[in-house]
């Protein structure tokens, strides 16, 4: 067993700190659970974040980039296979032009990949088998200079890459939250592990109409040719908000597809007993604000169209949700009415898009 000052001491304060600058959203959901969990989780997460981070490094070539990725997936598996000869993680912190926070957890690749052996055995199995699914998908969709392909095919390529950034964690959670010692009835886990990837899509749903003015300009598309084509619109009238109409049949389409996904992660959510409530209130915050989030894009579409620049709800509404959350942690028929609330909007969609 590797030595648990990795888990502790000064790498838990250090890793606390990275969680805060990759994940605002999270970092308080994640606080909030258990001890065990807080630490299990915001470990996986930051392991998350670092595959993203190699994924996301679109200023190298994409078969060096899927050979990062193996080396990643080697290291999860064991961490003694990890070269301090030849660290490509840091060697790609030294060459890529990403944020200064994500460079720092390349950099401390070592560590992290070296903590998950601090685990229990179960623990483990969890954290390796999801992500190393996440990195096998992310070969799949690795663009680079050499594979300058900046927009997926379909919708169908967007489901199968949703499941593989997102769906994961997802089953990676539902693993953890639903170990015998919580003693979660077995129906309650049959709807949970039912509704598991949707959790992690619909959250990723709701990140890709979101930043998707801005991924324009860092070069990349996330939405499917294949909706652009059914409404005519191409990616430079898409692009350069050339047809509002058009634009907003689109946006309006992505966005009952991702309510659908929160309204399963409404169902995951409602089957974790309240006795279990820091796990709840992990589940509540995120799928709220993402509700939220929904509901001022539509009211206010024409106008993130024509910005260009990511969708954010106010620090008045987060920190709304972040109190009525703690009750809602304690009543299913108080968290469904949360819900409702932050779905009200000022149009009808069906009438747009058909």
């Not at 888990?7 to 990759?22: S, T």
């Not at 979660?184 to 003015?213: H, T």
Request: some cysteine.
């Amino acid at each position: 067993m590797i030595d648990s000052k990795f888990c502790n001491g000064e790498f838990a304060k250090n890793r606390n700190n990275w969680l805060k600058e990759v994940s605002r959203t999270f970092y308080p959901s994640i606080k909030v659970l258990p001890s065990d969990l807080c630490c299990y989780v915001g470990h996986s997460y930051l392991l998350c974040r670092l595959l993203d981070t190699i994924e996301d490094a679109y200023d190298i070539p994409a078969e060096e980039k899927k050979d990062i990725l193996n080396k990643a997936i080697e290291c999860i598996k064991d961490p003694m296979k990890f070269d301090r000869s030849n660290d490509v993680f840091s060697a790609l912190a030294d060459k890529s032009d990403i944020k200064e926070y994500e460079k720092i957890i390349l950099r401390n690749s070592f560590h992290i990949f070296e903590c998950i052996e601090t685990f229990p055995e179960n623990v483990r199995k969890s954290i390796r088998t999801w992500t190393v699914e996440m990195a096998e998908g992310m070969k799949k969709y690795s663009f680079g200079t050499d594979n300058p392909k900046v927009q997926l095919s379909t919708m169908s390529e967007l489901e199968e890459y949703t499941y593989y950034v997102a769906g994961t964690v997802g089953k990676l959670l539902s693993e953890l939250y639903t170990d015998a010692k919580y003693k979660i009835p077995k129906e309650k886990i049959e709807l949970m592990e039912k509704n598991s990837i949707a959790f992690g899509k619909a959250l990723q749903y709701v990140n890709i109409i979101k930043d998707s003015r801005m991924d324009f300009k860092e070069g990349r598309c996330f939405i499917p040719k294949d909706i652009l084509d059914k409404y005519s619109c191409s990616f430079e009238e898409f692009k350069d908000s050339g047809n509002t109409e058009k634009i907003r049949k689109i946006y309006l389409e992505l966005i009952i597809k991702a309510e659908e996904y929160l309204d399963n992660s409404v169902e995951y959510t409602g089957a974790i007993p309240v006795r279990l409530w820091r796990i709840r209130l992990f589940c509540i915050w995120p799928v709220t604000l993402a509700y939220k989030t929904l509901t001022g894009l539509k009211n206010n579409l024409d106008d993130f169209i024509k910005d260009n620049s990511t969708y954010k709800i106010s620090r008045t509404e987060v920190k709304s949700v972040l109190k009525n959350g703690y009750i809602a942690a304690f009543s299913n028929w108080y968290f469904k009415k949360m819900i409702k609330k932050n779905k009200i909007y000022n149009i009808d969609l069906l009438p747009l898009i058909h």
